[in-house]
């Protein structure tokens, strides 16, 4: 058959391989973000504000709701009222803790929603390509011919305030993004031969998405999920800041802010202090999805 | 290159009959119903469905959408509810102080990110670089709304350097950029609307810069003896088409973005008119100046993709 | 050629149906074109005649070697075998069932059949799985259980020289590019095919590496009574390892006959010009001028008659106008030498074709041109 010896090289027996620990993506992913004090800082923060928000009815020192008009916008640091009181006498720490409930559930909730539906949707158009791909993600670009904050503005605008809209408008707004994120990776990861070999091997479109794709674009999408939290936080508080959040008695950063804004002659300090909780929640978001990203950024 | 224009112009058609359709829908979402709004209580159900056919209401949606937007392109944008007049002029009207203030603050950032982030990834991993990164995150993270109102708690209710709010004595009829007196209004807001894009731009043009000095032609450069200068001029160059194309972006956020910015200084843009029309649900009023600011938005993006396309060499796009 | 009738007679192979004589595969007249599209309005305006008509055989026990340059056509012909796309035109007919046809062997037939090693080890196996794991994701997909497919999984990993309880468990960027390739074989072997198509899978190795790979796919030939299809632009691996070779220029098969027949006496001057760029093993004996100039023309538009002939030494009038035919190579005997060139057919017009009367003595003598 040919001139080269058929045995000039023999096979080793096995393959010589220093030992090593083997550590699966998630398990690396988790040992560098050891060592990023800042990511962990932040996390640690947002772990606070979310468990500030969840036992609000405990940690309040008073009815947030519960107005007296001779405590009219007490300044800050006042020994009854630690934040101070806003234009109804309401203490505004109490209603700070409160305020965190929608503010938080208005920065996730829309974002797990538009994850799932956007990347089904991102998913679906990248696997399948063609006119599924062009029909879907044609769609998509009409809502990217709207900046973000117009988006949901007009959307809200037009569906009027109320939590249930405002979560609505939001997953609308977010959509878009998250299934263009998906849909890149989706492409990608189709490209790759591991996905032809899976075909090859008779599997079925739906078992090959499930173990073939989506732990592929997993990393990807979450990490564009992390940075979108913030986003909606300021999203949301806009919204609620133009009076298309919750109704007023309930509290709201967003919503405080705004009615606090009557009051900046009288109390500046205490009017912006729901900023600076809109502001340090949206920092530490956005820190803890940086540091995800670099965390998750392994040549594999 | 003009087939390219062409081509990019012809893929812009879908886009903006997609935006016209949500912007249709928008009134459809709207709850409630206009015709009830327009009659008086007592009116019969007769004088209700003779209104309804009046305005086109009872014809199947697409119907609808064709009647209306084919007002849309004699430049009809309809009534609004609040001061019965046409939503086109004062769309139009109030356009004008928006694109003024977000031209400027998007130049203000561009300049500023691009010297920020060539400084910061000159000195890549220094103290400076932490600080420039550090501003960059404060300016995405920042709610300007709050900026606004902070902005204001500074310098007009503690300094009484700035004035508040509002476009001054003159009025954005005869307000004059190039006046002091006049311009002094316009400064918080353009600060205001300027740090959001400031931040983004700077993190971009460090992270691409920080890229393009790993690269191997940059070894080359200092090799054959070029200046730090000389290098980082060619570095620059190098990310110019990808800044323009974000610049381009900003810009088109700024204008859509504005109404936040615009209702805490009270800057009667399109921002501002926006605000009134969620505060008197005045759904004509919103839906105009929503298809107009999308669509301006739709053809900045445009501009900008040609202008990347006659910058950059190695876009050749036919 | 001796060796190859052995391997034929020697197939006791329980999954046999057409008998040793019966083709493991035939391919007839498969064609692909991938439309261009461009313009306005995106419609088609070309195509690339990726494959274009082409017909050959590969029998049971034996090792096709494919050859070409980049951009020939090979991979698309892989998998087009394979159906990972769709073809044009053409049937496949696996050990005598026509396949995805009425009557025929249906595509899960196939898929257990024949299985393909891929070239990019890279992208060749999922990044986020576990090697056992995706060895074991081929059995579980046609119906064994989590169990039995793990216990298969390891045993393979052994079969190629992998320690299961040291890589099992080991991500694809914990491995070199040789124990990739090993995995992949492995993977490709856990449907327990009948055919192996190799896609370049060797090509991206070091040679000593290489030269392991290439000794295991021997041995795993001879244990689990295989066939493979090898695709290689490397004429020195294919000639080691082929028993005949298939020669591809622009999506068509030039030349195709045994492999010692090719490689001392090749026909068409493509496969001369890509014999003669091998680099020898004496350093005397150098390529001083490149036998072969300029890039293979745009397959969108191949050249008019014989594809080669904007590139040929011997080129005339006749290769600018008529395509030359390769033969019937369906209905020729495996050690038959075919080639698609003017001047090895009789009568075709060319001044070094051999004259008609030439021809006539060497049919009388029972010798096909």
Known sequence: MSDIPANLIPIPATQAAPSQRVRSYWGSVWNRLRYDYVTLFCLALIILIVLSAVFAPWLAPMDPDKSSMANRLRPIFHPKYFLGTDEQGRDLLSRMLYGGRVSLLMGIMPVVLATTIGGLFGVVAGYYGG???????????????????LLAVAISGSLGGGITNQMLTLTVVLIPPLCRVAETATSQVRTMDFVDAARASGAS????????????????????????????????????????????????????LSTLRQSIYVEPLVTAVPGVAILITSIAFNLVSDGLRQAMDVKA | MWLYALRRLVLTLPILFGVTVICFALVQIAPGDPIQNLLSPTASQEDADRLRAAYGLDQPLPIQYFIWIAKVLRGDLGMSIANNAPVATEVFRAFGNTITIALISVALAFV????????????????????????????????????????????????????????????????????????????????ALAL?????????????????????????????????????????????????????????????GSVLVETVFTWPGTGFLLNKAILTRDIPLLQGTILVLATVFVLINLVVDLAQSVIDPRIKRA | MTDLIDAIDASPDSRDRGGPAQPMLIVENIKKYFPIRAGLLNRQVAEVKAVDDISFYVLKGETLGIVGESGCGKSTLARLLMYLIDKDEGHLILDGDPVGEKLGVALDGLRRSLQMVFQDSYSSLNPRLPIEQSIAYGPKVQGASSKQAKEQARALLDKVGLKPDRFGQRYPHELSGGQKQRVNIARALALDPRLLILDEAVSALDKSVEAQV??????????????YIFISHDLHVVRYISDRVLVMYLGQVVEIGPVDKIYDAP??????????????????????????????????????????????????????????????????????????????????????????????MWANLGVTL
């Open chain 1, 131 to 149: 006119k599924v791909n062009m029909v879907i993600m044609r769609t998509m670009d009409v809502f990217f011919a709207f900046p973000s904050v």
């Open chain 1, 205 to 256: 479109t739906a078992s090959i998405i499930s173990t073939h794709v989506l732990i592929n674009i997993l990393s990807p999408v979450l990490v564009y999920a992390s940075t979108l939290v913030s986003v909606s936080i300021i999203l949301a508080s806009g919204l609620s800041f133009l009076g298309l959040g919750v109704s007023p008695p309930t509290a709201d950063w967003g919503l405080m």
């Open chain 2, 112 to 191: 500023l990110s691009m010297i920020l982030g060539v400084i910061a990834a000159y000195r890549s991993g220094s103290i400076v670089d932490k600080l420039i990164t550090a501003v960059a995150v404060f300016g995405i993270s920042v709610p300007t709304f709050w900026l606004g109102v902070v902005l204001v708690i500074v310098f007009a209710v503690n300094m009484f350097w700035l004035p508040a709010t509002g476009m001054g004595a003159s009025g954005s009829e005869t307000f004059n950029y190039f006046n002091w007196e006049d311009f002094k209004f316009a400064i918080m807001p353009i600060i």
């Open chain 2, 196 to 256: 959001p894009p400031l931040g983004i731009m700077t993190r971009t043009t460090r992270a691409s810069l920080a890229e393009i000095l790993n690269q191997d032609f940059v070894q080359t450069l200092r090799a054959k003896g070029l200046s730090e200068t000389a290098v980082m001029f060619h570095a620059v160059r190098n990310i110019m088409p990808q800044a323009v194309a974000m610049l381009g972006l900003q810009l088109g956020y700024l204008i859509g």
């Open chain 3, 214 to 227: 290439l000794n295991l796919l021997g041995d795993l030939k001879e244990q689990l009574n295989l066939t």
């Open chain 3, 267 to 360: 026909k068409h001057p493509y496969t001369r010009a890509l014999l003669e760029c091998r680099l020898s093993m004496d350093p005397a004996d150098r390529v001083e001028v490149a036998p072969l100039a300029g890039d293979p023309p745009n397959p969108v538009n191949p050249p008019s008659g014989c594809r080669f002939h904007t590139r040929c030494p011997h080129v005339e009038e006749v290769c600018m106008s008529k395509a030359p035919a390769l033969g019937d190579v369906l209905r020729s005997t495996p050690d038959t030498h075919l080639a698609a060139c003017h001047m090895v057919h009789a009568g075709s017009g060319h001044t070094k074709a051999p004259k008609p009367a030439d021809a006539m």
